[in-house]
T-cell receptor, first 114, second 113 residues
Framework: NAGVMQNPRHLVRRRGQEARLRCSPM?????VYWYRQLPEEGLKFMVYLQKENIIDESGMPKERFSAEFPKEGPSILRIQQVVRGDSAAYFC????????????FGQGTRLTVV | GENVEQHPSTLSVQEGDSAVIKCTYS??????FPWYKQELGKGPQLIID?????GEKKDQRIAVTLNKTAKHFSLHITETQPEDSAVYFCADISNFGNEKLTFGTGTRLTIIP
């Protein structure tokens, strides 16, 4: 049973380009969470999704950021018109239910905006 | 949860000694408290968790204690080994609604051989 798979592991984008980060949850997991980690800082919640539904996006910036978790395929975090401040590690976690059942994190995508 | 404070931010311990990391939380509705270990270049890994109806939980060299009255919980690592060197994060979840983890700011633990 493969773990949570995130790709790419490293992504370099120029200012103004779009970044698409993918997260394939563990088999049987229908809950996905995205977190952002700035260098030397903790993880900040961005969005919580279930299949085809956004449950909580209170941590998502209002502009340029969007997330989806379609019925088929991975969850996607999209950042449009990236700026230098978007440079960070983005982690995805998945769980079969709520956090009260163990959730697993992926290895993260490190986005660098140049 | 609303806010989780974690101390210390860095901790150096001689190999074989114990390490203690402390967290305080503000949301009285919090009822689930996991601890994550993050090694360089990797994602956080759950190492132990505790629920609000329990005061202490132990798993080999790792233990967590919870004081709901004082709203603080601690991670204890005994007989530390070089592979324990990593960044450790505490977190909490409120009982109500949102299910999202609120993380502390992390503790960089270095085990000195």
């Amino acid at each position: 049973n493969a773990g949570v798979m995130q790709n790419p592991r490293h992504l370099v984008r120029r200012r103004g380009q779009e970044a698409r980060l993918r997260c394939s949850p563990m088999k049987g997991h229908s809950h996905v969470y995205w977190y952002r980690q700035l260098p030397e800082e903790g993880l900040k919640f961005m969005v919580y999704l279930q299949k085809e539904n956004i449950i909580d996006e209170s941590g998502m910036p209002k502009e340029r950021f969007s997330a989806e978790f379609p019925k088929e395929g991975p969850s996607i975090l999209r950042i449009q018109q990236v700026v230098r401040g978007d440079s960070a590690a983005y982690f995805c976690a998945s769980s079969p239910g709520t956090w009260r059942t163990e959730a697993f994190f992926g290895q993260g995508t490190r986005l660098t905006v140049v | 949860g609303e806010n989780v404070e974690q101390h210390p931010s860095t901790l150096s311990v001689q190999e074989g000694d114990s390490a203690v990391i402390k967290c305080t939380y503000s949301d009285s509705a919090s009822n689930y408290f996991p601890w994550y270990k993050q090694e360089l270049g990797k994602g956080p890994q759950l190492i132990i968790d505790i629920r609000s109806n329990v005061g202490e939980k132990k798993d080999q060299r790792i233990a967590v204690t919870l004081n709901k009255t004082a709203k603080h919980f601690s991670l204890h690592i005994t007989e530390t080994q070089p592979e324990d060197s990593a960044v450790y994060f505490c977190a909490d979840i409120s009982n109500f609604g949102n299910e999202k983890l609120t993380f502390g700011t992390g503790t960089r633990l270095t085990i000195i051989p």
